[in-house]
Each structure stands twice: as C-alpha cells, then as structure tokens.
C-alpha cells in the first residue's frame, strides 16, 4: 500500500509491470472497449468532450499538486511532453475549436497518445499505483477526445492544412532543444528515445537520432493524413457517376 503513491526515484527495483504483458495487455483490451462503447453512445451524453477536457485538466493539476506535496515537483515532471501538451490543447479547442489545433491533435497528438498507451514510459510503477493508473487514464481521455472530434466532424484533417502541425513543430522543438539543453530534461524524446519504444530504432539511421527522429515526425504527419484521405478515396472511387445511365 506504501507504493500507491511512491514517485519513481523511491521505489524498489522490479516492482513495475513489463511491455505486453498480463496487466498491460489487459488494461489495453479495457481501452479498447471503453473506446468503442463510448463511441457508440456518445451522442447521447452532451457535453461529453467538455467533460473530457475538464477530466484531463483537474487530473493534471492533481498530479502536479501530488508532486509538490511528495517533494518531487521538478523540471523533469512538468507538462511538457507531447502528451501532457495534448491535454492543454484538448481542453483549449473544448472551449473553441481552433483549426490548426484541431489538426495538431489528429497528427501528432493522437498517434504519440496511442503510441504511449503501447509503449508506456512508465512501466517502472507497479500496476495499481497512482501514476501508473493516472498515465494510463489520462492518454485514454486524449485518444477518446480526438476521436470524438473526428467522429463528429469537428476536426477535418487537410493536406492543404499539413503546414499548421509543421508549423506547431518549428515552433515548439526549439524551445524544448534548449530547455532540454538546459536543464538536462528529456522532453519530446528530443534527446534520447523512450526505451522500449519503436523511437529506439532510429538511433540506428546514418542521420543520427536527433534528425532522424525530426524527420520521423513530419512522415507521421503525412501518414496520418493519407490514413484519413484512404477511406474517403476509396468510397469515391466507388461511387456511382450521375452521368451513368440506369440499367
């Protein structure tokens, strides 16, 4: 019970829970259920993205306030990733939905959401403590979030509008360049990858890491529109011409 509430520095070795394993691969089967059952009523609970956001927001402030109660509010813990981005983001386009972050939240925020829910980062904490439940949770409600945005419309991914993500990109690396620089700080992943995660794979690449990780980025975006675009050439393709005549 004393580890509920441990921060990472304070807790024993191999109390956590491994990639894939009984209890990651069970809390991903949950995540995927309250996915598709929350998608499938969601038009009978109003107000649900607001609710989201309003959740991820309260949940953020908790966890800072829980770390500053523990001692451990630091440089290292801030909200600062791209995830814990995405939380802002969610919450500031419940409140007005902005295009380019509607589009930041498709591309970027959305795959490194599900990528962390895959490869979790903090697979040190064991199962039922507090931060482990809470990232678990919390990436769920951004993946629930953008999807709604999605499965009403709100949130229409463009290839003409590809240059807003970019442009969020330019804007945010190089401050977190020299933050990381700075304060020895990993933030974005922009220094070393996630261990365990595909990031660590591009340490391989002739362009070293750092560029190729860069690069990496920017073929997600263009992935994640083709991935959006498919479907809809697709049916397209299919759909009967108004000139053809009836047999």
């Not at 039922?128 to 419309?153: D, E």
Request: hydrophobic share 50%; charged share 10%.
């Amino acid at each position: 019970m004393a580890q509920i509430f441990c921060f990472s520095a304070d807790l024993p070795p191999d109390c956590g829970f491994p990639l894939f394993g009984g209890f990651h691969l069970a809390a991903l089967a949950l995540i995927l259920t309250l996915c598709l059952k929350i998608g499938r009523i969601s038009r009978r609970i109003p107000g649900l993205s607001r609710i989201l956001s309003c959740y991820m927001a309260l949940s953020e402030i908790v966890r800072l306030l829980i770390l500053a109660g523990m001692g451990h509010l630091a440089v290292d813990v801030l909200p600062l990733h791209l995830c814990s981005l995405a939380v802002w983001l969610c919450v500031v386009y419940a409140v007005r939905p902005i295009r380019w972050i509607g589009q930041t939240l498709y591309t970027l925020c959305l795959p490194g959401a599900i990528a962390a829910l895959l490869f979790p980062d903090w697979t040190v904490y064991p199962p039922y403590s507090y931060f482990c439940l809470h990232a678990f949770a919390i990436h769920t409600a951004a993946v629930l979030f953008i999807l709604l945005q999605l499965h009403s419309g709100s949130i229409q991914p463009g290839w003409r509008l590809m240059y807003q993500p970019v442009l969020f990109l330019a804007a945010l690396v190089p401050i977190l360049l020299c933050f990381n620089r700075m304060f020895r700080t990993n933030y974005l992943f922009l220094s070393q990858p996630s261990r365990g995660s595909p990031l660590v794979l591009l340490e391989c690449l002739p362009f070293g890491y750092r560029t190729s990780y860069l690069l990496a980025l920017i073929c997600l975006i263009v992935l994640m529109l083709w991935i959006w675009y498919l479907p809809h050439r697709h049916r397209s393709a299919h759909k009967p011409s108004d000139d053809c005549p009836e047999p």
